[in-house]
């Protein structure tokens, strides 16, 4: 059993940044892709960015080239780095482990452990 714990967030304004972690309970964390999803009031659960357990990255469109995930596998802990923010980035953000083909990372679906979440509001 992976337990996930999210911290990090906060309330900025637009252009700020914010570095999320996720930290697991156990060192076989390794062995898991690891992803950040995102959900807004009102809307469904948005994939946000994956690590896996290769250590290759993908990022939704509407995060690439500000958002970036990484993992030190020492400290079983992996980060969300998001630079300029912008008020579409507010939600509650979770980090999640699994072990999805890579057609279906962006489906939380296929991710079976999940964190408690942590709030990020951006005004503008």
């Known amino acids: 059993q992976v337990q996930l714990a999210e911290s990090g967030g906060g309330w900025v304004q637009a252009g700020d940044s914010l570095r999320l972690s996720c930290v697991a309970s156990e060192s076989t964390l390794g062995g898991y892709g690891v992803a950040w999803f995102r959900q807004a009031p009102g809307k469904e659960r948005e994939f946000v960015a994956t690590i896996r357990a290769t250590g290759t990255t993908h990022y939704s469109d509407s995060v690439k080239g500000r958002f970036t995930i990484s993992r030190d596998r020492a400290k079983n802990t992996v980060f969300l780095q998001m630079d300029t923010l912008n008020p579409e980035d507010t939600a509650i953000y979770y980090c999640?482990?699994?072990?999805?083909?890579?057609?279906?990372?962006?489906?939380?679906?296929?991710?079976?452990?999940w964190g408690q979440g942590t709030q990020v509001t951006v005004s503008s």
């Open positions: 999640a482990a699994g072990r999805p083909i890579l057609s279906a990372i962006r489906n939380p679906l296929m991710y079976g452990y």
